[in-house]
């Protein structure tokens, strides 16, 4: 199996550098892509003065989404790893991603991260819904047969939050298994940061109801999902705001928030559940531009 591993980045230059380090020592035979942009912090020069890394594609769109396939197209390995560029790779990594890909078409693991109250671990999630069995992945630890990704048409570059998740439900609408391998280990030493504010409440349900509806239609289960996340925020926020933690000007803010991000999204739904009909449920995919890239070092 040829391995390649895209590393998207976004003004991270010396958390990218140490990733970069660990993975050089961990899977030296790796074919390295990694995805910047557009970032102000000198990470263009870092990598470009080291000789680990095969491809450095520069890109103008912030959005992780478009980085990652960005990554996706420059990869030649017959299978793809994703990996966030604070993470660093475990000594079993590499093992850990063959074992996983030999027994199914995605392979995803647990990540390590400080957080501000501790150390927390990913643990494996599944849902059930509309009778498929949701597999949930981590998009900043999982890897792909080449051929799955084809057939995904890799990541919905409409979402700004949200793509893996979404990805996981079309992989489960194809029929594909995703496996869990406990030694496929990533880690950060770190604070986790970067993505989509957990408070940018507008997105969240944007993309929430976005990707519910263009992968199950409008079902009542649909409704149900959506409203019984909303309702959860809407009592946790009251009670930061008996308690004192928040005002109730911010609580009217955050209801108006989910309710546009939910309108929005539901109607966008539509739109690409109309426009894409096939099981791989992505209008917005790998294949539909070719104008990502600004620039591109090949040293292959």
């Known amino acids: 199996m040829e391995l390649s591993v895209v590393v998207p980045t976004l003004n991270g230059r010396d958390r990218l550098a140490a990733t970069l380090d660990v993975l ?26 080291r000789d680990d890394v095969d491809v450095l594609v520069e890109v103008s769109d912030r959005t992780l989404n478009v980085s990652r396939n960005a990554g996706l197209r420059a990869a ?25 890909l030999a027994r ?17 671990t990913t643990e494996p ?28 048409d890799g990541f919905d570059e409409y979402l700004e939050t949200g793509g893996a998740r979404d990805a996981a439900h079309r992989l489960a609408g194809l029929g594909h298994e995703v496996a869990w391998e406990s030694e496929m ?18 997105w969240k349900y944007r993309a929430l109801a976005y990707r519910l509806v263009k992968n199950y239609g409008v079902r009542p289960t649909i409704v149900r999902r959506i409203a ?20 109730p000007t911010a609580w009217v803010g955050d209801g108006r928030n989910v309710i546009v991000g939910v ?14 009909r096939s099981p791989s449920r992505n209008p917005h995919g790998c294949s539909k531009r070719a104008d990502r890239a600004v620039a591109k070092y090949d040293r292959r």
């Open 24 to 49: 050089a020592a961990n899977a030296p035979s790796a074919e390295i892509v990694v995805v910047n942009g557009p970032s102000a912090d000198g990470t263009t020069g870092m990598v470009r003065d």
């Open 263 to 276: 309108a929005t999204g539901w109607s966008d739904g539509l739109v690409a559940r109309a426009r894409d």
């Open 228 to 247: 019984g996340h909303a309702g959860s925020d809407a009592l946790s926020a009251a009670r930061d705001v008996l308690a004192g933690e928040g005002t």
């Open 185 to 202: 280990c990533v880690r950060t030493e770190y604070e986790a940061d970067g993505g989509v504010d957990d408070r940018d409440l507008g």
């Open 104 to 120: 199914a078409p995605v392979v995803t693991g647990p990540v390590h991260e400080t957080l501000p109250a501790g150390m927390t």
């Open 76 to 100: 030649s390995g017959d299978a793809v790893a994703l990996l966030r560029h604070d993470l660093a790779v475990e000594e079993t990594w590499v093992d850990a991603v063959t074992a996983g």
């Open 125 to 152: 999630e599944t849902q059930q819904l509309r009778g498929r069995d949701v597999t949930y992945f981590n998009g900043g630890n999982v890897a792909f047969r080449t051929a799955v990704l084809d057939e995904l």
